[in-house]
Each structure stands twice: as C-alpha cells, then as structure tokens.
C-alpha cells in the first residue's frame, strides 16, 4: 500500500490556547470545511475529545455520500493531536496537528499521512487536488477568523 503524504503550515496571530481551543471543539470543522462536500457531524453533541473519542460524519465526495469514522488517537492540549479514520474513502488517513506558540500568534502544522485505492494515478488526478483545495479552504477560513480584532469585555 503506497502511502502519500501532505503538508500545511498556516500562522494565526493569536494565543497558542486560543488557537488549540477551537480545534478542540468538533463542531469547528464544519465551519471550515468547504460546503460542496456536505460534511455534517452525525455523533451526538456535545463531544468531549481525547484519546480514543470516535467521531462519525456524513459527507460527499464528487456527490457520492460517504459516512466516515474516525478515533482519536493523541491528545496532547494545547499542542497535538491526532486523528485517524477507522471507516472511510480511504485506505488510510491519518491526520496530524500540531500547535506551537511563536512570537506574534500560534504556528499550526498539519500533516497528513493517507492511502488511496489506486494509487498514484487516483491520487494524483482526483485525492490530492481535493486534498489541496480543502486545506485552501481551510486556510482562508482560519485567515478570516483569526484576523478578526479581539474584542473586549467591554464591548
């Protein structure tokens, strides 16, 4: 089984706790996961996440409905954590944050180690450019709601 690797880094300006708490929160990936792929949360909420949470959603992908579970497997707040699929699109998909305070905001890496059916040819003309555009997605997201001023609580 050929294993394929992708890569991101994004750094948002604000604190290492905030950034790992709306990571923490499952909900949050609906909001940054990019309409077309229908992904809804279908575990009852609230979720409470650490090492071994399973989490299932609902999505499609090129219009095909797809359910996917996945456990968590490191969480390690507020710097890790990792996710896998147990049931899914792919042969293996495993998911890793990372968080790492800098000056100025929180550095996020993901790295993601993942298998398809296929191989090289599906993955190179049809997974990895989704791959590619969900994570843009996601960065502009990110971008969007990080960048926005703190409020204070006297607003």
């Given at each position: ?9 994004q750094t948002l300006p604000r604190p290492l706790d905030e ?41 499609k992908i090129h219009g095909i409905p797809i359910r996917w579970?996945?456990?968590?497997n490191v969480w390690q707040p507020p710097y890790r954590f ?74």
């Amino acid at each position: 089984m050929k294993i394929f690797e992708f890569r991101a880094q994004q750094t948002l300006p604000r604190p290492l706790d905030e950034v790992f708490s709306f990571f923490a929160q499952a909900t949050n990936l609906e909001a940054i996961t990019p309409p077309f792929l229908g992904f809804q949360i279908v575990t009852p909420l609230p979720i409470k996440m650490e090492v071994g949470t399973l989490i299932d959603y609902r999505l499609k992908i090129h219009g095909i409905p797809i359910r996917w579970r996945t456990r968590i497997n490191v969480w390690q707040p507020p710097y890790r954590f990792e996710d896998e699929q147990l049931h899914g699109p792919y042969r293996q998909w495993i998911h890793e944050h990372t968080f790492e305070e800098i000056s100025g905001g929180t550095l996020c890496h993901d790295r993601v180690r993942y298998a398809v059916l296929g191989g090289n040819l599906i993955n190179r003309f049809f997974v990895r450019p989704d791959i590619e555009t969900i994570f843009n997605h996601r960065r502009r997201c990110l971008d969007d709601l990080f960048q926005r001023p703190v409020k204070s609580h006297e607003d």
